[in-house]
DNA sequence: TGCTTGTTGAAAACGGTTTTCATTGTCGGA
DNA sequence: TCCGACAATGAAAACCGTTTTCAACAAGCA
């Protein structure tokens, strides 16, 4: 486990200076905080956990790493409407989208992407399909209406 | 045309007098630029569009006459992640998706929803999914690259 | 070690959206 | 048709997540 986190550190700082920036205390910081948190969280909430890490970061410099990450393809962005942005670490296998609970807010995962090949998707306007975002809404187990 | 344009009118200000609100000029100016200017404008397209027609309109109005629509199932919100949210005008005979190109901004409508029925889709982690949103992203005919 | 230049933190600015408040106007009822 | 209750409006100000500014700091290369 130390041995894997030392190593995502050591990737992410090796992609970081590959682009001319620079890996820091604060970076490392919010690194840890993303992979601890998990899915779809935002900067506030990151902000809180990497603060743990290092109390005296603030949170001007979790949206500029946050920008950086994911301008590094290390984080991307996930959005679900209100006003707010998350952040989702990258990972090297593909992509994933979100179940919200619409009544208590809590996210899963979902691993599969359903969706035909992007060649197929913008077929018939012309378009050439290169990213997506999907993300689905509804009621978690403990919200449902017992039906 | 112009017959249906007043049975939308008319439709529409049922609808909302149904919850006890009141169809004015503001709204009607709204509704029709929602109309005429097709998927995905933001509020402050909408309001420009609207203002042809009622000229005193202010944006503040176009704001809360949205979230009405919204509320009374009207109209529909649009997200593409650029923190603006854009309106749709609802359809009685199901939704449609977008095709964004990155480049010029352009936007096409999907109509085929391409996406296994909702039942399937939130089963494995138990979720009840009551809605999705699916945006696609690339380029357009005119910006594509000339492969 | 020294130097260059990216990074940080605090405060202020930004921009889309929402709220406040006094005024206006819709629409159901007399 | 007129009345009155109360929803809707407009302008200005507030909000809130995010971005920019700027001076001090520190990563990483020579």
Redesign the interface.
Known sequence: MRAVKRNRVERVAARLRHRGRRMTVQRRAVLEALASLGCAHDAEAIHARARAAYPKLGLVTVYRTLEAFVADGIAH?V?F?DGR?RYDLSEDGGHHHH?V??SCGRI???DEC???P?RR??R??????????????????RC??KA
């Open positions: 962005p959005f409407g942005v179940l609970c619409l899963a995962r979902v359903h969706l035909p992007s998707l913008g018939p306007q012309g378009f050439t399909v290169t990213a997506h975002r999907l993300e689905l809404f509804g009621y978690c187990p449902a209406p």
